[in-house]
């Protein structure tokens, strides 16, 4: 019985609700997503949930506790581009910041091999157009100093002319406002009196970094969805509230955790992202609890493959991502994805003889060839049909029926291009798709500081575990898990019933060493007392507020900042706190100097030279009731009779042969069994394919684990 | 002057001569150079393995970013990691600053011949180098150049190339304007061993750092390389390890071959024929006011393109370029509108690709040519004429025809080069990198990207006005997209932008110009469209600029403020800005395609109204769009307008021809090619009048207006202010229907240009 802690996540085919409850049981239901009204197919999955648990709708809604929600609607507003009409109030001289995108084109998120065919690089449709653009005179200097005081007539002409051309949103972005906020401030405020029913976006609220064009895009962005995401969530919590939820209603936001629905609506671009952001957030709690502190997460579903990192037991950070070919700053937990799922289509170069994998997808629609939709080009999951790692007829529990034949018609065309069996051909595909992750998950480790070897890795998503003992193996990782069994394909709602209430309050001051710690203190005073806000605002009692602090420093000259964190929570100085103690000062320097060679290699930094602080940062959590997870109390290594399913001939490419092999039942394996590959487990989810050299266990959390030889 | 390919008895070993690396390399038997590999390589280990490769590559550009850390590494991009085989074929090349490229496997090269011998190439080693004549852009390009062994015998190459702050010379930044040959520019060094063994050589890098102004910051740089180099070979060995030396040498084989194979088949679907183009470069010293004619001639034979640059200026002053600046600035355009979908794998395409120019010229100096310029101008004058040449090329291929592209910005660069007493009390020193900004060319498809970057640093940044603002003493007043910047056509050329700063919180900036392309345009258009905006230089002293702020009424345009203007030289050095003198630069944009007429009326409206794209006034004269003054669209006047321009331009003093014969071609977007009466013969593509035989020039039988060059693009000013020849813009119309065939730029006592000559259809 309750309190329930809960969290519901939407993608683009399903709808995932996963309720904890106070002793550790878990209940995951999936119904399918709504994307007329995401609210309705949310309902649904908690409907599924009640019915689980044996109890009316209304009285599960009463013992929830906590209801935590991620949501794509802001995304879906942006790529789809129905998001309202937004106008832009700027620095007088500056309107076209948004328009010349620092002369990039955005090329981020697009396949970079292509990067020199010009034709196909054109920027975004603008998603603000000139004429909705105003510039007004007012101007800030990098000191913060004002060097023209805010022209308020021409501001107000700005504000009535947007309004007049019919603007729903206005976005406001001076250029170093984030050094002096009054001038955005002043005319937010002239926006409000003249317009008060219109969504207003300041930079400084949204994104108070360095780099104008960074943070017009995150304001204007913000405002782009501000009235659809607040016209969604106003409604939700409507309904909810109908249904007799009385807890205040959380969103998961990018930067891991969740923030309430008044501070989603205000800043809704916190929720972008967010889905994937829950995985790794989900991953980081589950992985402090099971012990293992440095995790590669993988969430492989039909159209992407993301990728986060933990270490040692915190996310790892981004602060600037792109959507729609935008770059904005905020900071969020890093993500990468590549498009490579189980929908990518694996395409012959007749000319070259050469096979590749993506980032082409058949999507949701038509998806795979074995949907039958007409798509005839195979795709991942083709292959893993041909190979027989699926089973046509039992694939999500039977919910969908796939047709085989046309998977192997489909990895047929492309096998007689190359010369190749069909199964040949099909495992081609799987492994090319492998590698594929495997190359983007070592680039992104290595990247960041850290060798695969020191992980362990986390497969979830419906395609995650069939590929991952490859991948994981190919990486050297110290083990590969599938999290919670069936619980891996809805581990982003998982994630989100898991997530602390976190806000994140950032300040730009670039200063040179020696710092003065007055000045780095009393922002990080400020920044305290506006998180502390907040929470007063979220009802959060002062005994389950908890601060964290960091400064991003770089050497003075240089671009890369790293974040260094700062658990005393303010610089220590002498008595008139102009300068640093010794020992702070050495402290700061020990730790910027070893994060910034982990990150960039030994002998990277320069020890000359001199050092520079750019942001200073705070954030905010409260805990929210931890699920408690149940543990096995014995463990077996007898595998239960009910387990062993059946046997199922599976083509296993590095034996060069198709072999009878044992599939088992997921959900009747017990802690403790232990299976040799090659095997394929079963879930109402997702399967796991084990190959041959691999061996599966599953431990006390009922987690399957792979290990290699 | 002699090509090249004529100059039988002279050494092109990279002292006098720049390095002209031989069909077979003398490579010392000490060397042992891996040559096994697999022929048969299942497509599935193929494709794994190519991604990897593409990968090391990615990991090691990325690894010099992060450990660089400096601007020129993380917003202009200026660096390229590479991978060559054993003999100095690419495998890969990055996606970064593309003029490297060219450089890269002609350094590889000269060291398996000049090196291997002697002090001997072997495990542990890495070169680095500098020398243009051996192979870089300009002294400021360094690379690092590392043989990878695989037991004892030289298995591949990974390189990197890295712009450096300041490598010495008379002018920080090495940026030399002055300089009159490479004695008064940076330190000049041929490939030397500076890691042996796995370990730096102190001795050597002291000498490399002797010469900098800023040691520390190349220190540093140098570290970064060295790291992307480690990571590379490691990487490499990694998949040796797995895979086995002949399966990884047998994929990079294969890359080669599948490249080469998918260039050959490109060219086979084009006939035979010559395409030139023609433009020119202004002042090559302080002082200068001459102007310097550029001439790229593209040979296709078979299956074999060869370039030439005949017809160039003699080598002068501080403007020029070596063989490699050249040859890599041609190979930009030809990986990018021939090889763009064999992904930075041109070493294929390159076995049938000759570069033959003249040396003693500008874009091919011999030794001691001042070169440290070479990127922003004659690597730039010989990188972009080769998208028209190209273009014009492939358009006859239908299928080709998507993949065109104009000349983009910046075709010269206008350089802000500055230095004084920052706001933080300390010495500086740079230059303004805002014109990477840069634009795109129209396509045959579509309209170019406006600031859409360099089409050489396809994936480069400006940096923001609050980093300028961070890093320098300006304030800077506005930076905004330039109206009518883009050429005119049927698809418009991208616009650039302009960028206006008065200093702040110091006394004064020293200031010195370096620029070409203010007179005469250098992004000219094709098949009818117009070139885009020159270089502007603009400032204004003692204006009333602290007035308008102390009264909140800030500017959108210099022309707002009142003060005297003052032209500023192209290389005119070491003068003054105060803070109440305001400067302002726009840079090149790019070049339209097709006939501005036939653009679309409602396109060109709505360029006017909502894209702030072109100027109502260039609407009229230029695309003959009538809009009100209320930014209403009059199509009927427009309409009307259109008809008599166009009438206007048809042959009024002779009868008109008009062609029946079988079409055989389409060559440009308004010539073809007809069969009439058993000779071939060029014709207007819309109404087929006659424009002579195919072995004539087509512009002698159109109808030539020979126009002010101010009328070829809004911005472009009064010449004379600049240089000494009167430049003048030609038009060629069809006689029949007044189509507007052709463009072209040219000194009013320069020939008419044959850009065309088809001799094989």
């Given at each position: 019985m309750g309190p329930y802690l809960v969290g519901v996540d939407i993608g683009g085919t399903f709808t995932d609700c996963v309720v904890l409850d106070k002793r550790g049981n878990i209940t995951a239901t999936k119904a399918q997503s709504t994307p007329g009204n995401f609210a309705e197919g949310m309902l649904n999955?908690?409907?599924?949930?009640?019915?689980?648990?044996?109890?009316?709708?209304?009285?599960?809604?009463?013992?929830?506790?906590?209801?935590?929600?991620?949501?794509?609607?802001?995304?879906?507003?942006?790529?789809?581009?129905?998001?309202?009409?937004?106008?832009?109030?700027?620095?007088?001289?500056?309107?076209?910041?948004?328009?010349?995108?620092?002369?990039?084109?955005?090329?981020?998120?697009?396949?970079?091999?292509?990067?020199?065919?010009?034709?196909?690089?054109?920027?975004?449709?603008?998603?603000?157009?000139?004429?909705?653009?105003?510039?007004?005179?007012?101007?800030?200097?990098?000191?913060?100093?004002?060097?023209?005081?805010?022209?308020?007539?021409?501001?107000?002409?700005?504000?009535?002319?947007?309004?007049?051309?019919?603007?729903?949103?206005?976005?406001?972005?001076?250029?170093?406002?984030?050094?002096?906020?009054?001038?955005?401030?002043?005319?937010?405020?002239m926006v409000k009196r003249i317009a008060p029913g219109v969504f207003v976006s300041c930079s400084i609220d949204i994104a108070p970094k360095w780099g104008e064009y960074e943070r017009t895009t995150a304001t204007v962005l913000n405002a782009?969805?501000?009235?659809?995401?607040?016209?969604?969530?106003?409604?939700?919590?409507?309904?909810?509230?109908?249904?007799?939820?009385?807890?205040?209603?959380?969103?998961?936001?990018?930067?891991?955790?969740?923030?309430?629905?008044?501070?989603?609506?205000?800043?809704?671009?916190?929720?972008?992202?967010?889905?994937?952001?829950?995985?790794?957030?989900?991953?980081?709690?589950?992985?402090?609890?099971?012990?293992?502190?440095?995790?590669?997460?993988?969430?492989?579903?039909?159209?992407?493959?993301?990728?986060?990192?933990?270490?040692?037991?915190?996310?790892?950070?981004?602060?600037?991502?792109?959507?729609?070919?935008?770059?904005?700053?905020?900071?969020?937990?890093?993500?990468?994805?590549?498009?490579?799922?189980?929908?990518?289509?694996?395409?012959?170069?007749?000319?070259?003889?050469?096979?590749?994998?993506?980032?082409?997808?058949?999507?949701?629609?038509?998806?795979?060839?074995?949907?039958?939709?007409?798509?005839?080009?195979?795709?991942?999951?083709?292959?893993?049909?041909?190979?027989?790692?699926?089973?046509?007829?039992?694939?999500?529990?039977?919910?969908?029926?796939?047709?085989?034949?046309?998977?192997?018609?489909?990895?047929?065309?492309?096998?007689?291009?190359?010369?190749?069996?069909?199964?040949?051909?099909?495992?081609?595909?799987?492994?090319?798709?492998?590698?594929?992750?495997?190359?983007?998950?070592?680039?992104?480790?290595?990247?960041?500081?850290?060798?695969?070897?020191?992980?362990?890795?986390?497969?979830?998503?419906?395609?995650?575990?069939?590929?991952?003992?490859?991948?994981?193996?190919?990486?050297?990782?110290?083990?590969?898990?599938?999290?919670?069994?069936?619980?891996?394909?809805?581990?982003?709602?998982?994630?989100?019933?898991?997530?602390?209430?976190?806000?994140?309050?950032?300040?730009?001051?670039?200063?040179?060493?020696?710092?003065?710690?007055?000045?780095?203190?009393?922002?990080?005073?400020?920044?305290?007392?506006?998180?502390?806000?907040?929470?007063?605002?979220?009802?959060?009692?002062?005994?389950?507020?908890?601060?964290?602090?960091?400064?991003?420093?770089?050497?003075?000259?240089?671009?890369?900042?790293?974040?260094?964190?700062?658990?005393?929570?303010?610089?220590?100085?002498?008595?008139?706190?102009?300068?640093?103690?010794?020992?702070?000062?050495?402290?700061?320097?020990?730790?910027?100097?070893?994060?910034?060679?982990?990150?960039?290699?030994?002998?990277?930094?320069?020890?000359?030279?001199?050092?520079?602080?750019v942001t200073m940062r705070v954030r905010a959590t409260s805990p929210t009731q931890r699920p408690k997870l149940s543990k096995a109390r014995a463990m077996s290594g007898v595998i239960p009779k009910q387990a062993k399913l059946t046997t199922r001939d599976i083509y296993w490419a590095d034996l060069k042969k198709t072999q009878k092999t044992p599939i088992f039942d997921g959900a009747k394996l017990v802690a403790g069994n232990k299976i040799k590959g090659p095997c394929v487990i079963e879930t109402t989810q997702t399967n796991v394919v084990v190959h041959p050299g691999c061996t599966l266990k599953v431990d006390a959390y009922g987690n399957f684990e792979m290990t290699f030889k | 002057m002699p090509k090249v390919s004529e100059m039988k008895d002279v050494k092109f070993d990279g002292k006098l001569h720049g390095y002209v690396p031989p069909k077979k390399l003398n490579i010392s038997s000490k060397l042992k150079l891996h040559t096994k590999f697999d022929k048969d390589i299942d497509p599935i280990t193929y494709e794994v393995i190519r991604h990897s490769l593409w990968h090391v590559n990615e990991e090691h550009g990325a690894t010099i970013q992060r450990i660089s850390g400096s601007p020129v590494a993380m917003y202009a991009l200026d660096l390229n990691p590479s991978i060559l085989t054993a003999d100095g074929e690419f495998v890969y090349f990055g996606p970064y600053m593309q003029y490297m490229s060219g450089v890269t496997d002609t350094q590889v090269k000269w060291i398996l011949e000049y090196r291997s011998d002697n002090p001997g190439i072997r495990d542990g080693d890495m070169f680095l180098a500098n020398d243009p004549w051996v192979g870089a852009a300009h002294q400021q390009d360094v690379m690092l150049i590392c043989p990878v062994f695989w037991k004892g015998e030289l298995f591949c190459w990974v390189t990197n190339c890295l712009h450096q702050y300041d490598i010495g010379g008379i002018t920080p930044s090495s940026f030399c304007g002055s300089a009159e040959n490479a004695f008064e520019e940076g330190i000049c060094m041929p490939p030397v061993k500076i890691i042996e063994n796995n370990e730096i050589r102190r001795d050597i890098e002291e000498v490399y750092l002797r010469s900098s102004r800023k040691p520390d910051a190349v220190a540093l740089d140098f570290r970064a390389q060295l790291a992307g180099n480690m990571t590379a070979r490691d990487r490499v060995l990694a998949l040796i390890k797995r895979y086995g030396p002949t399966v990884v040498k047998g994929v990079m084989q294969k890359i080669l071959t599948n490249s080469e194979k998918a260039f050959l088949d490109k060219l086979k679907r084009l006939p035979d024929g010559v395409w030139r183009d023609r433009t020119y470069v202004e002042c090559c010293r302080p002082g200068d006011r001459r102007t310097h004619q550029v001439m790229l001639t593209l040979r296709k034979k078979g299956n074999r393109l060869i370039f030439e640059n005949e017809g160039t200026a003699d080598q002068d002053g501080a403007m020029n370029a070596t063989y490699s600046g050249w040859r890599g600035a041609i190979m930009v355009a030809l990986n990018q509108l021939l090889c763009w979908d064999q992904y930075f794998a041109i070493g294929g395409a390159l076995r049938h690709v000759e570069f033959d120019p003249t040396p003693g010229t500008f874009t091919c100096a011999t030794f001691p040519a001042s070169v440290s310029t070479a990127p922003v101008q004659a690597m730039e004058i010989s990188l972009y004429p080769a998208y028209n040449v190209l273009s014009k090329m492939l358009f006859i291929d239908?299928?080709?025809?998507?993949?065109?592209?104009?000349?983009?910005?910046?075709?010269?660069?206008?350089?802000?080069?500055?230095?004084?007493?920052?706001?933080?009390?300390?010495?500086?020193?740079?230059?303004?990198?805002?014109?990477?900004?840069?634009?795109?060319?129209?396509?045959?498809?579509?309209?170019?990207?406006?600031?859409?970057?360099?089409?050489?640093?396809?994936?480069?940044?400006?940096?923001?006005?609050?980093?300028?603002?961070?890093?320098?003493?300006?304030?800077?007043?506005?930076?905004?997209?330039?109206?009518?910047?883009?050429?005119?056509?049927?698809?418009?050329?991208?616009?650039?932008?302009?960028?206006?700063?008065?200093?702040?919180?110091?006394?004064?900036?020293?200031?010195?110009?370096?620029?070409?392309?203010?007179?005469?345009?250098?992004?000219?258009?094709?098949?009818?469209?117009?070139?885009a905006t020159v270089n502007v230089y603009k400032f204004k002293r003692d204006t009333d600029i602290k007035k308008r702020i102390a009264d909140r009424d800030m500017i959108s345009d210099i022309s707002e403020v009142k003060g005297t203007s003052v032209e500023l030289q192209l290389r005119q050095e070491n003068f003054l800005q105060h803070p109440t003198d305001v400067y302002a630069v726009i840079w090149t944009a790019a070049g339209g395609f097709g006939d501005p007429i036939e653009r679309e009326a409602e396109r060109v409206a709505k360029d006017v109204i909502e894209n702030c794209a072109v100027s109502r006034e260039a609407a009229r004269s230029i695309y003959g769009v009538v809009i009100s003054e209320n930014e209403v669209f009059d199509a009927e006047a427009t309409k009307a307008l259109r008809a008599e321009r166009r009438n206007a331009r048809k042959r009024k003093d002779g009868p008109v021809k008009i062609l029946s014969g079988k079409l055989v071609a389409q060559i440009t977007d308004n010539l073809a090619v007809r069969k009439e009466n058993g000779s071939i013969h060029t014709c207007c593509a819309k109404c087929s009048a006659d424009l002579g035989p195919v072995r004539e020039n087509y512009k002698d039988f159109a109808v030539r207006a020979d126009n002010e060059i101010t009328e070829s693009n809004p911005h472009v000013g009064d010449w004379k202010r600049f240089i000494d020849d009167r430049p003048v813009f030609r038009q060629f119309y069809c006689p029949g229907c007044g189509s507007l065939l052709e463009n072209e730029i040219a000194r009013a006592d320069s020939e008419v240009l044959r850009d065309i000559e088809i001799t094989s259809l």
């Open positions: 999955a908690m409907r599924v949930a009640a019915e689980r648990l044996s109890m009316p709708f209304e009285q599960f809604c009463e013992h929830i506790s906590v209801l935590t929600h991620g949501t794509t609607v802001g995304t879906n507003a942006l790529i789809q581009r129905k998001g309202a009409k937004v106008g832009l109030i700027t620095t007088k001289g500056h309107e076209d910041a948004i328009h010349i995108m620092r002369g990039s084109r955005g090329v981020n998120s697009r396949d970079i091999s292509k990067v020199v065919h010009f034709p196909e690089s054109q920027k975004p449709d603008p998603i603000v157009p000139k004429r909705y653009i105003r510039g007004v005179s007012e101007r800030i200097d990098c000191f913060g100093d004002v060097i023209v005081p805010l022209n308020e007539v021409e501001a107000e002409v700005a504000i009535k002319e947007l309004i007049a051309l019919g603007c729903e949103a206005i976005a406001i972005c001076f250029l170093w406002s984030f050094r002096h906020a009054a001038h955005e401030r002043r005319v937010a405020e782009y969805i501000g009235p659809v995401m607040s016209r969604y969530l106003a409604n939700l919590d409507e309904q909810l509230k109908k249904h007799n939820y009385r807890q205040p209603l959380q969103i998961t936001q990018c930067g891991g955790g969740s923030v309430s629905i008044d501070k989603a609506m205000e800043s809704p671009l916190l929720t972008l992202d967010s889905g994937p952001v829950s995985g790794v957030t989900g991953s980081a709690y589950f992985s402090n609890l099971v012990g293992t502190p440095n995790v590669i997460t993988t969430d492989m579903g039909g159209t992407s493959f993301d990728v986060g990192i933990v270490a040692n037991g915190q996310p790892e950070y981004s602060f600037k991502s792109d959507v729609i070919q935008y770059e904005y700053f905020l900071p969020k937990v890093d993500i990468e994805a590549i498009g490579a799922g189980g929908g990518s289509l694996a395409v012959v170069d007749e000319f070259a003889k050469t096979l590749r994998v993506g980032p082409q997808s058949a999507g949701a629609d038509p998806g795979p060839a074995c949907y039958g939709k007409g798509n005839m080009t195979p795709t991942v999951t083709d292959a893993d049909i041909v190979l027989g790692y699926i089973d046509p007829d039992n694939f999500l529990g039977g919910r969908i029926k796939l047709d085989k034949s046309k998977s192997i018609a489909a990895v047929k065309s492309v096998a007689d291009k190359l010369g190749l069996t069909i199964n040949e051909a099909a495992a081609g595909i799987a492994k090319i798709v492998e590698f594929k992750m495997a190359d983007i998950i070592r680039k992104m480790t290595v990247e960041k500081g850290y060798d695969p070897r020191d992980f362990v890795l986390y497969a979830f998503g419906g395609a995650g575990p069939v590929h991952a003992s490859v991948f994981g193996s190919e990486l050297g990782v110290q083990k590969v898990v599938v999290p919670l069994r069936e619980i891996a394909s809805t581990w982003c709602a998982f994630g989100a019933a898991s997530a602390d209430i976190l806000h994140v309050y950032e300040q730009v001051d670039i200063q040179g060493s020696p710092f003065m710690p007055s000045r780095v203190n009393s922002v990080l005073e400020e920044l305290q007392a506006r998180a502390e806000a907040q929470m007063e605002k979220d009802g959060i009692p002062k005994n389950r507020r908890k601060f964290s602090f960091s400064l991003d420093i770089r050497h003075r000259g240089q671009i890369n900042e790293v974040e260094i964190m700062m658990p005393e929570g303010r610089l220590a100085g002498s008595k008139d706190q102009a300068v640093l103690t010794p020992g702070a000062w050495e402290k700061l320097r020990q730790r910027f100097y070893t994060r910034y060679e982990q990150l960039y290699g030994k002998g990277a930094s320069f020890k000359g030279a001199r050092l520079e602080i | 239908e299928r080709m025809r998507g993949d065109i592209m104009c000349i983009g910005g910046t075709s010269q660069w206008p350089a802000t080069i500055f230095r004084g007493i920052d706001q933080w009390g300390e010495r500086y020193g740079y230059l303004l990198v805002d014109p990477i900004g840069g634009a795109i060319g129209a396509f045959s498809t579509g309209d170019g990207i406006s600031n859409g970057g360099q089409s050489r640093t396809p994936i480069c940044r400006l940096p923001n006005v609050e980093h300028n603002e961070q890093s320098f003493p300006l304030l800077i007043l506005y930076r905004k997209e330039v109206i009518d910047s883009g050429g005119a056509g049927r698809w418009r050329g991208g616009l650039s932008a302009e960028t206006c700063f008065i200093p702040h919180r110091t006394t004064s900036i020293t200031h010195d110009t370096l620029s070409s392309g203010n007179a005469i345009p250098t992004s000219t258009g094709m098949m009818g469209g117009y070139p």
